[in-house]
């Protein structure tokens, strides 16, 4: 396999909601995903995060369970309702204590600590005035920036402001599937111009805080028509406008994509009046890194009677399919890396995989393995499709598998495996796969 330049980031992530649990104690405040997973028939299963990998309890092991993989680097991220209960003013110290200790846990083990601010778990309160729709909440976020930077900024190493703009905006304020549940459409813009700017901001509070190294993590893919028609192919430019180039044109050239806003525009043209004048500067401040999510291609079709934009997504021919339905496409990671160089250039600060990953259906067999070859081939091939983007100029400088351990998957409960770790979610037992092993011995060869 690829041999990676030293000082190469190899990492696993995870999100505080998806394995804290915890959720009443250490005086945290409740979140949006709090609401929305105990309103019945949101989550698969009615399946909550009340408990999840018990991670809050149990952070010393798996920092422990990091450490003996090999990983230099960890990307976690902090439950803002655990900072700021109400999502403003009064700070909670033990919240920020836990982080603290986490924080040190992980230097303790030469693991280069990767925190991301916000991955979906808004407080409630928030959500109360508007969540992501409300332009306050940006400004919220720029305090609760601060707060965490001057608390953890001189050790961790790397901050990610938000995960996912697009798939926030998308699934919980566009279609309804994940918190806060809103199925506003493209209604939903202000959604999305708001984390913006909120990314922009805490930018800013994370530099004066003294934070060294500030990205974001976004999610990307590569957009392919799924024929030859020019309604195809016109859908799949609208999609590759709203999945890839409205999250982070404005954040690497300034501005919005004219076809974005011309989309948004033709939803309702006063949609666009929640941009006001220097909102993009703000948006605009210099990145150290750009996180990459990628999971797998949009494959379009133009749809017409279709409810979300007149697009569908296609299905993938003649590919391997993970548990959860998703195409296995390791050139599309190659392409989205390479891709990024090319759109933006100069200005493109360099890559990190902050998430790659698959779910199996993984169960531990008699003999206490377990044997999740898929995934195994799956990091292969995409560790291999990072060195290909390297070789074809793209700066990429690390790699974070999705995820350490299976975990709370969101609208589909604890029903999809994404884990080096294996997780008994009745008793908490940690029983590492096969591509922990798999993992555990590249590394090793890589050193
Ligand atoms: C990403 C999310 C992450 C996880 C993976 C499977 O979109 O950032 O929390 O759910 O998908």
Redesign the pocket.
Known sequence: MAHFPSGFVWGAAT?SY?IEGAVQEGGRGTSVWDTFAHTPGRIKGGETGDVACDHYHRYREDVALMQALGLNAYRFSIAWPRVQPDGRGRVNEAGLAFYDRLVDELLGADIQPWATLF??DLPQALEDSGGWLNRDTAHRFEEYAFLVGARLADRVTGFMTL??TY?HFLLGYALGQHAPGRTLGLHAFPAAHHQLLGHGLAVRALREAGARSIGI?N?FAPVWPAGERDADLDAANRVDALHNHLFTDPLLRGEYPALALDIVQGTDPALLDVILPGDLAVMAAPLDFLGV?Y?QPDYVKANPASPTFGIELGRLPDRDYTAFGWPVVPEGLTQTLTGLKARYGETCPPLYVT?S?C?VNDVVDQDGRVRDDFRIRYHEAHIDAVQDAITQGAEVRGYFA??LMDNF??AEGYS?R?GLVHVDYATQVRTPKDSYRWFQNFLRDQA
């Open positions: 999100a998806q991955h979906w995960n996912e798939i993590a999610n999510n999971y998430e990953g779910s999705w995820s998957e969101w999809q994404f």
